[in-house]
């Protein structure tokens, strides 16, 4: 089977700088796969490759067995893939029911041809409950999404992420800046929301890549130098060296 993702001699330069350079990845369909390395590493910058944010310099992107390479961000979006970013991408105004249904109805294209649509609303308001629901937020449907709690923020960028039915989401640093106990409650609603479906995420937590991945890849200075188990990271003495030092958790 074609994996979700794959990057084949991915590069890519900012003017005479080459960041990506020759990346080569495999994510396979239904695994958690973490993105690990040191800040510079280019691990944004992958990310922005993927979802068509930034065009590749060369090399092939393939979703599903698709090159997508070239691709905008929607059509790639279209084509099964949903992305979060680092910074939180929710309107501040809307309530965080109206951001689930938001998201839910561009989709379905809503944006375009409204009229042609009016026939699903029902099921649009009915997905947004259920992702409002999965999140955890139902008791806070009504409020503006710009006064909730940080880490409520995050788990309704997570709930905008999915609510369109993606089967590969990419996460990118999703428990930035949370406590311990938030950061545990933002672990349980990934692994919950990423069930039956493919999930890659940048993370720089080692106790959330090590808890939750299925497999890690290492990204070092544009190339990625490791993809294993966790255990296999770990015990990977050029990822001890690059990277993980005392870090990786026993
Ligand atoms: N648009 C851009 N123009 C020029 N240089 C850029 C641009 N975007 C990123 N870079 C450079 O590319 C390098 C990789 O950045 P990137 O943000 O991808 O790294 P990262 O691994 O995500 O880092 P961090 O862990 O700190 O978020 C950095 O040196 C950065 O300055």
Excluded at 81 to 103: D, G, H, M, W
Excluded at 195 to 205: F, K, N, Q
Excluded at 218 to 235: E, F, H, K, N
Aim: net charge neutral; charged share 25%.
């Amino acid at each position: 089977m074609n994996p979700a993702i794959a990057l084949r001699d991915v590069r890519k330069s900012f003017g005479p700088t080459e960041i990506i350079r020759g990346l080569n990845l495999t994510v396979n369909r239904g695994e958690r796969h973490a993105v690990i390395g040191p800040n510079g590493a280019g691990k944004s910058t992958m990310f922005h490759l993927i979802s068509g944010r930034l065009q590749a310099s060369s090399g092939v992107i393939e979703l599903k067995g698709e090159d997508i390479t070239g691709l905008r961000p929607y059509e790639i979006n279209r084509r099964g893939l949903s992305r979060s970013f680092q910074i939180t991408n929710i309107f501040p105004k809307l309530s965080v029911y109206e951001n689930l249904r938001c998201a839910v109805l561009w989709s379905l294209g809503y944006r375009y041809a409204f009229w042609r649509f009016v026939d699903r609303l029902k099921d649009a308001n009915e997905r947004a409950e259920e992702v409002l629901e999965m999140i955890g937020l139902t008791a806070r449907r009504d409020t503006p999404a710009g006064v909730l709690a940080y880490a409520d923020q995050r788990a309704l960028e997570i709930g905008v992420t999915i609510a369109g039915g993606a089967d590969v989401i990419m996460l990118d640093e999703p428990t930035a800046g949370m406590s311990h106990a938030e950061t545990e409650q933002a672990v349980a609603l990934i692994r919950k929301v990423s069930e039956g479906r493919t999930l890659i995420m940048v993370e720089h937590d080692m106790g959330v890549v090590f808890g939750l991945a299925d497999r890690i890849s290492v990204l070092v200075y544009g190339q990625i130098i490791a993809s294993d188990t966790p255990q296999a990271i770990r015990a990977n003495p050029a990822v001890r060296e690059a990277y993980l030092g005392e870090e990786a958790p026993a």
